[in-house]
């Protein structure tokens, strides 16, 4: 525990706030939160991962002989908490009921102290236990880029790859369906393309490719490779498999090459399609293992 003259500053996903000033702030960016709310979402992030309850809420903030609506005015104040947030209580990211008891803060915390003229930084992450959580908080980490100081304060730095906490809250049925339908289109393509072996050596001849027969052997090595990687990310998404987050950000970076290369199998298609055609379908192909990646992030969001 800091020091009580500690000046704290919590940092969560995109969101950072600042005990000193009572300041929220995303990406730099102050969001309007009153007193109140704010002094609830700090007693949160004092204790991530564990469950504040409502009396001890009472006691610190309301006051033993509070005569006021205590129900009401705690249920208001998490309620803007989870607006400034982009929050859902159904669906939480941040901020979860745990019904008759209280409430729990639920995403990776890091805590900075800056005390006495000195600064000195202490940090505690905090991984949820529960499963699917834990899959999502490996991902968070590996998606985005270690946030530096300078003079006191953080420089974050731009990530290209979408966050967690950036992606919007849809039908987990609705997640799921898409990944499996991402997931047979590519089997679709290794299948197609092992069917049809001969045509297109044909192709690579008549467009006199480099090294035809290693351009063969790339692709039957490829697609024999990746159909049970294929079928593995099928029956994970189908069966709700709680380590598949872990699990994909291990084959990502070697997937996402894989897949862009795959995003060219438009024009195996050439005898029977234009050029031009084969190139718009090779647009969306490029964006396929990207959205793939979000729709697993957004999966792994705890309900």
């Known amino acids: 525990m800091l020091e009580e003259s500690a000046n704290r500053v919590f940092r969560f996903g995109v969101f950072e706030a600042d005990e000193t000033s009572g300041e929220l702030r995303k990406q730099g960016i102050r969001i309007k939160l009153h007193t109140q709310p704010f002094q609830v979402l700090i007693m949160l992030l004092e204790k991530p991962m564990d469950i504040v309850t409502r009396e001890e809420m009472r006691q610190r903030l309301w006051g033993r002989e509070t005569f006021v609506d205590f129900d009401h005015g705690l249920n208001t104040a998490v309620n803007k908490i989870r607006d400034a947030l982009g ?8 901020v979860e009921t745990v019904p008759g008891k209280g409430y729990r803060f639920v995403a990776p915390v890091m805590l900075q102290a800056r005390a006495l003229g000195r600064q000195s930084e202490r940090v505690a992450v905090a991984e949820s236990t529960a499963e699917a959580d834990s899959g999502a908080a490996s991902v968070l980490a590996a998606a985005e880029p270690s946030e530096r100081v300078e003079n006191g304060a953080p420089a974050a730095v731009g990530s290209l790859l979408t966050t967690p906490n950036e992606l919007p809250v849809a039908p987990r049925r609705l997640v ?7 997931q047979t289109m590519y089997v679709g393509f290794y299948f197609g393309a092992l069917a049809n072996l001969s045509e297109i050596h044909d192709i690579f001849l008549e467009t006199r490719q480099p090294h035809p027969a290693w351009l063969m052997s790339l692709l039957v090595v490829t697609a024999t490779v990746l159909i049970p990687v294929r079928l593995f990310l099928f029956s994970a998404a189908a069966l709700d498999y709680h380590e598949l987050p872990s699990k994909f950000n291990k084959l990502f970076p070697i997937l996402l090459f894989l897949d862009l290369l795959w995003a ?3 024009f195996l298609l050439i005898h029977h399609i234009s050029a031009g055609f084969a190139l718009g379908l090779s647009a969306p192909l490029v964006y396929a293992p990207f959205a793939q990646r979000s729709l697993i992030l957004m999966n792994a969001h705890k309900r």
């Open 87 to 94: 929050d859902s209580a159904s669906v939480p990211r941040f």
């Open 176 to 182: 799921r369906t898409l990944l499996l339908l991402i």
């Open 264 to 266: 060219l199998s438009p």
